[in-house]
């Protein structure tokens, strides 16, 4: 079974940052996606960036380009994102995905998920 494991959230101050862990307990990343999704209280899921094992190309989300970074170390699966300049938008429960896709940035193209990590920024 293939298990993941967010962590990393917590408090910060508007303006400020938080580094993310995603690790996989069990599949290599090798011919995988990992992506960082996100979601607020009362809103849907959406996509925060992904990267792809294959090529290392990357995504981001227009509301977080320029101000996280995704990164990844395959030798020890897991994979980072960077959340500088904090905003109090960017409050809600960041969850890491797997899947074997090339379209990383499309939730249905996941097929394991993390527990997920609540990311809490105040104003």
């Known amino acids: 079974d293939v298990q993941l494991q967010a962590y990393g959230g917590g408090l910060v101050q508007a303006g400020g940052s938080l580094r993310l862990s995603c690790v996989a307990s069990?599949?290599?990343?090798?011919?995988?996606?990992i992506g960082w999704f996100r979601q607020a209280p009362g809103k849907e899921r959406e996509v925060v960036s992904c990267?792809?094992?294959?090529?290392?190309?990357?995504y981001y989300a227009d509301s977080v380009k320029g101000r996280f970074t995704i990164s990844s170390d395959n030798a020890k699966n897991t994979v980072y994102l960077q959340l500088n300049n904090l905003k109090p938008e960017d409050t809600a429960v960041y969850y890491c995905?797997?899947?074997?896709?090339?379209?990383?940035?499309?939730?249905?193209?996941?097929?394991?998920w993390g527990q997920g990590t609540l990311v809490t920024v105040s104003s």
């Open positions: 995905a797997a899947g074997f896709t090339s379209l990383c940035w499309l939730l249905n193209e996941y097929n394991y």
């Open positions: 069990v599949i290599t990343l090798d011919g995988t996606a």
């Open positions: 990267i792809s094992s294959r090529d290392s190309s990357t």
